[in-house]
């Protein structure tokens, strides 16, 4: 019994020495020295580990990229039009305040449309159809103001209210057909601009990526156009837009089916 006590007592002071000689072995969360069986390990803690806290301008500077895809079918009493068009819009911006966003859009874009017209000549007294198909190729710059109305789901989800200026350049060039009698007949270039407010809800799936769509059939503004020809004088037409003139045109045609757009992009933090 008398070495049973003398072994215990033996094992136990052995502890005691070794935790002299290592106090602390997981010290100030990077790692400790442990002696085992008489050999010195180090030993890593996992449990809490050092990050490089963001920058400040990584926080709220960000760029993207946005692209618009719309094609449209537009009948009425004398016009058949068909269309579509692609757009890319790479931007940047910086958030002003936790609500508050500022940014710049650059964008071109392509446009191919096909359309049948019918006129009345005056001279025989009879109807004709033309046919005419334009390409039309533009740019233009959108500074705008971004506002968040809501956070869902732990700030992964946002809806904000945007509101843009934008100005840009417009070069049709008809393909085939006569664009005697149409807004392409001699016609060299445009100037369109205007500003808009529309809703755009956003995703964001980590600190570097968030996911954004736009509602433009939602949006409401003003837009203008100055139209410039070769051999006549400038025309200028404005047209005031409400839900946009894209939702306008469908009202107009009883709710036509054949208008389709999609608007969306992704932001990126560095």
């Excluded at 050999?39 to 926080?59: C, F, L, M, R």
Aim: with cysteine; charged share 20%.
């Amino acid at each position: 019994m008398n070495r049973i006590y003398l072994l215990i007592a033996a094992v136990v002071l052995g502890a005691v020495a070794a935790t002299a000689q290592n106090p602390d072995p997981i010290s100030n969360g990077v790692g400790a020295v442990i002696t085992v069986a008489g050999e010195t390990q180090n030993v890593q803690n996992d449990s809490v580990q050092e990050t490089t806290p963001v920058p400040e301008w990584k926080k709220k500077l960000y760029y993207g990229y946005n692209f618009d895809i719309y094609w449209h079918h537009d009948s009425k009493a004398n016009t058949k039009e068909n269309g579509w068009s692609i757009a890319l819009e790479p931007e940047i911006g910086w958030k002003l305040k936790e609500r508050v966003y500022l940014g710049l859009r650059l964008g071109g874009s392509f446009q191919d449309s096909y359309s049948t017209y019918s006129y009345l000549d005056l001279r025989t007294d009879k109807t004709y159809t033309e046919e005419l198909r334009v390409m039309l190729g533009s740019w233009n710059v959108t500074p705008y103001m971004r506002y968040r109305l809501k956070s869902l789901f732990n700030d992964k989800l946002g809806i904000w209210l945007e509101a843009h200026l934008f100005a840009g350049m417009e070069f049709p060039r008809v393909i085939a057909g006569n664009a005697t009698g149409t807004d392409f007949d001699g016609q060299r270039f445009s100037a369109t601009y205007g500003c808009q407010v529309s809703p755009v809800i956003t995703y964001r799936f980590n600190r570097k990526s968030t996911f954004q769509i736009f509602f433009s059939i939602m949006s409401f503004g003003y837009s203008g156009t100055t139209r410039f020809y070769t051999g006549k004088d400038n025309e200028y037409t404005n047209d005031i837009i409400i839900f946009s003139g894209k939702l306008r045109n469908l009202l107009a045609n009883q709710f036509t089916p054949g208008l389709y757009g999609l608007k969306f992009g992704v932001q990126k933090n560095f």
